[in-house]
Protein backbone atom coordinates (compact mmCIF):
# COMPACT_ATOMS: atom_id res chain seq x y z
CA UNK A 1 0.00 0.00 0.00
CA UNK A 2 1.22 3.31 -1.09
CA UNK A 3 1.14 6.65 1.38
CA UNK A 4 0.59 10.34 0.21
CA UNK A 5 1.20 12.96 2.79
CA UNK A 6 0.32 16.53 1.79
CA UNK A 7 0.98 19.70 3.29
CA UNK A 8 -2.59 21.99 3.90
CA UNK A 9 -4.19 24.81 5.92
CA UNK A 10 -5.52 22.23 7.82
CA UNK A 11 -2.53 20.48 8.85
CA UNK A 12 -1.19 17.69 6.95
CA UNK A 13 -3.35 15.19 5.00
CA UNK A 14 -2.44 11.70 4.36
CA UNK A 15 -3.69 9.34 2.29
CA UNK A 16 -3.67 5.18 2.13
CA UNK A 17 -3.92 4.36 -1.83
CA UNK A 18 -4.26 0.94 -3.03
CA UNK A 19 -4.30 -0.61 -6.64
CA UNK A 20 -8.22 0.54 -7.28
CA UNK A 21 -8.18 3.73 -4.96
CA UNK A 22 -7.93 5.49 -1.82
CA UNK A 23 -8.82 3.28 1.49
CA UNK A 24 -8.02 5.46 4.11
CA UNK A 25 -7.07 9.37 4.34
CA UNK A 26 -7.05 11.96 7.04
CA UNK A 27 -5.61 15.19 8.92
CA UNK A 28 -2.17 13.09 10.18
CA UNK A 29 1.18 13.30 9.52
CA UNK A 30 1.24 9.79 10.91
CA UNK A 31 -0.34 7.55 7.49
CA UNK A 32 0.42 4.23 9.70
CA UNK A 33 -2.53 5.59 12.33
CA UNK A 34 -5.01 5.92 9.29
CA UNK A 35 -4.28 1.52 9.43
CA UNK A 36 -6.11 0.83 12.61
CA UNK A 37 -9.88 1.62 11.09
CA UNK A 38 -9.22 -0.45 8.23
CA UNK A 39 -9.64 -4.53 8.31
CA UNK A 40 -7.22 -6.83 9.77
CA UNK A 41 -5.78 -8.51 6.93
CA UNK A 42 -5.41 -4.98 5.22
CA UNK A 43 -3.91 -3.04 8.18
CA UNK A 44 -1.34 -5.45 8.38
CA UNK A 45 0.30 -4.78 4.97
CA UNK A 46 3.23 -2.39 4.65
CA UNK A 47 3.03 0.90 3.96
CA UNK A 48 5.72 2.65 1.62
CA UNK A 49 5.51 6.57 1.09
CA UNK A 50 4.44 6.86 -2.63
CA UNK A 51 7.52 7.84 -4.86
CA UNK A 52 4.95 9.96 -7.28
CA UNK A 53 2.21 11.36 -5.19
CA UNK A 54 0.13 12.60 -8.12
CA UNK A 55 -2.57 12.74 -9.24
CA UNK A 56 -3.66 12.37 -5.23
CA UNK A 57 -0.98 15.22 -4.07
CA UNK A 58 -1.88 17.49 -6.74
CA UNK A 59 -5.62 17.13 -6.73
CA UNK A 60 -5.84 17.74 -2.55
CA UNK A 61 -3.19 20.96 -3.33
CA UNK A 62 -5.36 22.04 -5.68
CA UNK A 63 -8.81 21.90 -3.59
CA UNK A 64 -7.13 23.96 -0.84
CA UNK A 65 -5.89 26.47 -3.35
CA UNK A 66 -9.71 26.76 -4.54
CA UNK A 67 -10.46 24.25 -6.74
CA UNK A 68 -13.64 22.49 -5.11
CA UNK A 69 -13.98 19.75 -7.77
CA UNK A 70 -10.41 19.16 -7.24
CA UNK A 71 -10.99 15.84 -5.23
CA UNK A 72 -14.11 14.36 -7.52
CA UNK A 73 -11.97 11.91 -9.65
CA UNK A 74 -9.99 10.59 -7.26
CA UNK A 75 -10.40 7.00 -6.99
CA UNK A 76 -12.18 5.90 -3.20
CA UNK A 77 -12.44 2.27 -2.36
CA UNK A 78 -14.52 1.72 0.81
CA UNK A 79 -15.59 -1.56 1.51
CA UNK A 80 -19.61 -1.59 3.69
CA UNK A 81 -22.87 -2.40 3.44
CA UNK A 82 -25.14 -1.83 0.49
CA UNK A 83 -26.45 1.39 2.59
CA UNK A 84 -23.39 2.83 3.38
CA UNK A 85 -21.58 1.88 0.08
CA UNK A 86 -24.83 4.03 -1.60
CA UNK A 87 -24.55 6.78 1.54
CA UNK A 88 -20.75 7.21 0.53
CA UNK A 89 -21.46 7.69 -3.22
CA UNK A 90 -24.20 10.08 -2.78
CA UNK A 91 -21.67 12.01 -0.43
CA UNK A 92 -19.53 12.64 -3.10
CA UNK A 93 -22.59 14.50 -5.05
CA UNK A 94 -22.88 17.12 -3.07
CA UNK A 95 -21.78 19.99 -4.41
CA UNK A 96 -19.16 22.06 -2.83
CA UNK A 97 -20.54 24.76 -1.27
CA UNK A 98 -23.91 23.06 -0.28
CA UNK A 99 -24.91 20.44 2.18
CA UNK A 100 -27.68 17.89 3.13
CA UNK A 101 -29.34 16.43 6.11
CA UNK A 102 -29.05 13.21 6.92
CA UNK A 103 -32.63 12.38 6.26
CA UNK A 104 -31.60 13.77 2.59
CA UNK A 105 -28.72 11.64 2.29
CA UNK A 106 -30.95 8.87 2.99
CA UNK A 107 -33.45 9.54 0.97
CA UNK A 108 -30.94 9.62 -1.87
CA UNK A 109 -29.11 6.58 -0.78
CA UNK A 110 -32.59 4.87 -1.27
CA UNK A 111 -33.79 4.55 2.39
CA UNK A 112 -36.34 6.93 3.07
CA UNK A 113 -35.97 8.02 7.11
CA UNK A 114 -33.25 6.14 7.65
CA UNK A 115 -31.21 9.44 8.51
CA UNK A 116 -29.80 7.34 11.85
CA UNK A 117 -27.58 4.90 9.32
CA UNK A 118 -27.02 7.67 7.31
CA UNK A 119 -25.26 9.65 10.17
CA UNK A 120 -23.76 5.81 10.85
CA UNK A 121 -22.05 6.11 7.22
CA UNK A 122 -20.60 9.41 8.08
CA UNK A 123 -19.31 8.11 11.31
CA UNK A 124 -17.60 5.23 9.37
CA UNK A 125 -16.62 7.04 6.30
CA UNK A 126 -12.69 6.13 6.29
CA UNK A 127 -12.08 8.85 3.32
CA UNK A 128 -12.86 12.06 5.02
CA UNK A 129 -12.36 15.34 2.42
CA UNK A 130 -12.85 12.91 -0.69
CA UNK A 131 -16.01 11.54 0.33
CA UNK A 132 -17.03 14.40 1.68
CA UNK A 133 -18.66 13.72 5.21
CA UNK A 134 -18.28 17.29 6.14
CA UNK A 135 -21.55 18.48 4.07
CA UNK A 136 -23.79 16.47 5.81
CA UNK A 137 -25.63 18.02 8.86
CA UNK A 138 -28.61 17.37 11.17
CA UNK A 139 -31.97 17.52 9.74
CA UNK A 140 -32.74 20.96 12.22
CA UNK A 141 -30.21 22.45 10.59
CA UNK A 142 -27.35 22.28 12.94
CA UNK A 143 -23.58 20.95 12.13
CA UNK A 144 -23.82 17.62 13.65
CA UNK A 145 -20.45 16.48 14.19
CA UNK A 146 -17.11 15.60 12.48
CA UNK A 147 -14.16 13.37 13.54
CA UNK A 148 -11.48 16.55 13.26
CA UNK A 149 -13.88 19.08 14.95
CA UNK A 150 -16.61 21.23 14.42
CA UNK A 151 -13.88 24.24 13.43
CA UNK A 152 -12.51 21.90 10.50
CA UNK A 153 -16.25 21.22 9.65
CA UNK A 154 -16.66 24.89 9.82
CA UNK A 155 -13.85 25.59 7.83
CA UNK A 156 -14.08 23.37 4.77
CA UNK A 157 -17.78 24.36 4.73
CA UNK A 158 -16.67 28.28 4.63
CA UNK A 159 -14.30 27.63 2.33
CA UNK A 160 -16.70 25.72 -0.38
CA UNK A 161 -18.76 28.45 0.02
CA UNK A 162 -15.94 31.00 -0.48
CA UNK A 163 -17.05 32.67 2.86
CA UNK A 164 -13.62 32.59 4.62
CA UNK A 165 -13.04 35.77 6.90
CA UNK A 166 -9.83 37.15 4.56
CA UNK A 167 -7.84 37.17 7.71
CA UNK A 168 -9.11 34.23 10.12
CA UNK A 169 -6.55 31.53 10.40
CA UNK A 170 -7.86 28.20 9.73
CA UNK A 171 -7.93 25.81 12.72
CA UNK A 172 -5.65 22.58 13.15
CA UNK A 173 -7.07 19.61 12.42
CA UNK A 174 -6.90 17.04 15.07
CA UNK A 175 -8.95 13.98 15.60
CA UNK A 176 -11.71 13.85 18.62
CA UNK A 177 -11.17 11.08 21.04
CA UNK A 178 -13.08 8.06 20.93
CA UNK A 179 -14.03 6.10 23.86
CA UNK A 180 -13.12 2.37 22.74
CA UNK A 181 -16.02 0.57 21.56
CA UNK A 182 -17.79 3.47 20.32
CA UNK A 183 -16.33 3.26 16.66
CA UNK A 184 -16.80 5.73 14.17
CA UNK A 185 -14.99 8.48 13.02
CA UNK A 186 -17.01 11.19 12.02
CA UNK A 187 -19.36 11.63 15.42
Not at 52 to 61: C, F, I
Not at 150 to 170: G, M, Q
Request: charged share 20%; proline share 10%.
Amino acid sequence: MDTVTVPTLLGPFSLIIRDRGIIAAGFTDAPATLLTELPEPVRQRPLRTRVNPDPYASAVRAYFDGDLTALDDLPVTQSGSGFRLAAWREMRRVEPGTTVSYLQLAQRAGRTGAARAAGASCAYNLVPLIVPCHRVRRTDGTLGGYYYGLDVKRWLLAHESRALPALAPPPTARPRAVPLGQGGRNR
